[in-house]
């Protein structure tokens, strides 16, 4: 167990502070008046009883009395809502030291600290060679910055560590010196810790815009680190599963001691699992939007995603039950098995077995005024689902079986084939992306190999595979207590 595994806290209070208004999320499906609420993180049915139901008025609901506030917690912790931060008290920028490890980058640390004029910054210079040093320091001078000068090469954790170790307020924001942000966009996140039980809030990141290399323009479509235009409740095993350290706004106790030292790729995502596991909130606003430089030619970029693939290993080795890249229920795992059989029964199959499946559901979830649909919707999304991820597998962490099966068989060249054809096609109309389909298409291919060899060289050199492993989870079965706000997770 590493120093800042021991040293992490658990959260003293999670209770929002009354007045606070949660929106529902738009993604969150709602049926019977409002009775039933299928969203969250993971997804999960939830019933409410009718007076529950009355105070959510277009989607909000403000935490004005004790039933209120239960119900505003019960909403938020499900993922299913999220607190509106106008309606949390202002944080002011005097609260936050802004931490920005750099190993030389004078240029782009210059841009950085001009948007951050005013602010408590301390700048950790990672070991940068003494005949660059000057420069770095000298833009530190003039920015108004502190300067920690480490002597040798830490890693961007370990950096961030020692930074952390001297700061001396309530929060701390982490940003990379590739990074454009505004003292108004530090608020605007500081605002979220109204909620006692917030450790971190990550803003989207974007590239900057700007049309340059086709390398680029894909980055500033589909970057690692833009994690989308949604609100979401970061945590293990949901839509957004992780944050970029990229920039990322901390309550310091929360952290303990902070990065796990030593680690260099794959730390910001330790530290969100780690605090999740310790029952703090974890949020993603991407309402505030930072601007980053995107890596712009084509080995820079391969190198950078092949790197991100190395930490899967040690990340299984540090939390097995998070890591696993596909979750499937037994029964859209055997759709799935069904139409890669890809014989003349095998759409009618996996239609009996999917049918099966929202039969079932409908006997779980009861009835409720226009909830017969959402048995087929739920059952539907499962094999959706299941298809996207078992297409993320044969593409990206799984290629190279994928790439043999298709050298020996001409079912599979054509099953992986049409997998690659039509997740370019999907994305590049989900994306509206700045760069004609063949180019995208090629990109998205490049940078599925480049990662998912990074995987598969990361378990080799530890001899430890279980960032590759599927895992199949049963159906959860019904509680046999049921209140008047209890949930459900779906079977899919």
């Keep these: 167990m590493t120093p800042a595994e021991r040293e992490s ?15 529902v999320g738009a993604d969150v499906w709602r049926y019977d008046r409002g009775r039933m609420l299928v969203g969250g993180a993971p997804t999960r049915v939830m019933r409410l009883s009718a007076m529950a139901a009355g105070l959510i008025q277009d989607g909000r609901i403000a935490a004005s009395d004790p039933a209120s506030m239960r119900l505003v917690a019960r909403l938020v912790d499900a993922g299913i809502a999220h607190p509106d931060p106008a309606s949390l008290p202002p944080i002011g920028r005097e609260t936050v030291t802004v931490v920005i490890p750099v ?40 920015g108004g910055a502190q300067l920690l000068r480490l002597d040798e090469n830490v890693g961007p954790a370990s950096a961030r560590n020692r930074g952390l170790a001297i700061a001396t307020t309530p929060f701390v924001a982490f940003v990379d010196s590739d990074v454009t942000l505004t ?31 086709w390398i680029e323009r894909y980055e500033n479509t589909r970057s690692s680190v833009d994690l989308g235009r949604r609100h979401a409740l970061v945590r293990p095993r949901s839509p957004v599963a992780w944050l ?39 949020r993603y606003d991407p309402t505030v939007t930072v601007s980053h430089e995107h890596r712009a030619y084509v080995r820079p970029w391969l190198a950078r995603k092949l790197f991100y693939g190395t930490g899967a290993a040690a990340l299984a080795a540090r939390h097995p039950e998070a890591i696993p890249p596909a979750i499937l229920r037994p029964w859209s ?52 689902g299941a298809l996207t991820q078992t297409s ?92 008047d706000d209890d949930d459900v997770p779906p079977a899919p």
């Design 9 to 23: 806290p658990q959260p003293h209070d999670k209770e929002l502070p009354r007045g606070t208004v949660a929106v």
């Design 103 to 142: 190993y030389g980058r004078p240029r782009e640390l210059a841009r950085l600290l001009a948007g951050l004029a005013g602010m408590r910054v301390v700048v950790v210079d990672d070991g940068t060679p003494e005949r660059d040093a000057r420069a770095l320091h000298d833009v530190v001078a003039r």
């Design 183 to 213: 003292p108004d966009d530090v608020e605007r996140m500081l605002r979220h810790f109204g909620d006692p039980g917030l450790a971190l809030i990550g803003p989207r990141v974007a590239g900057i815009p700007r049309h340059g290399t």
């Design 244 to 282: 970029s350290s990229t920039c990322l706004v901390a309550r310091r106790e929360a952290l303990g001691g902070g990065f796990t030292d030593g680690m260099r790729v794959g730390e910001d995502v330790d530290l969100v699992w780690r605090l999740a596991e310790a029952g703090w909130r974890v």
């Design 333 to 384: 795992a055997s759709v799935v098995v069904l139409l890669l059989c890809a014989r003349w029964w095998s759409v009618p199959a996996a239609l009996a077995v999917a049918l099966a499946t929202a039969w079932r559901l409908s006997r779980r979830l009861g009835t409720g005024e226009g909830t017969r649909i959402l048995p087929l919707r739920l059952a539907g999304g499962g094999v959706l």
């Design 392 to 483: 993320a597998l044969a593409l990206r962490h799984w290629w190279p079986l994928a790439a043999v099966a298709a050298a020996v068989s001409r079912r599979a060249r054509w099953i992986i084939g049409t997998m690659a054809v039509v997740d370019a096609v999907v994305e590049h109309r989900r994306l509206r992306a700045d760069l004609d389909f063949v180019r995208f298409a090629v990109a998205r291919r490049l940078d599925d190999v480049a990662y998912g060899a990074g995987v598969w060289w990361g378990c080799l050199r530890r001899a430890d595979f279980r960032a590759l492993r599927i895992e199949l989870t049963p159906s959860a079965r019904r509680s046999r207590t049921r209140t």
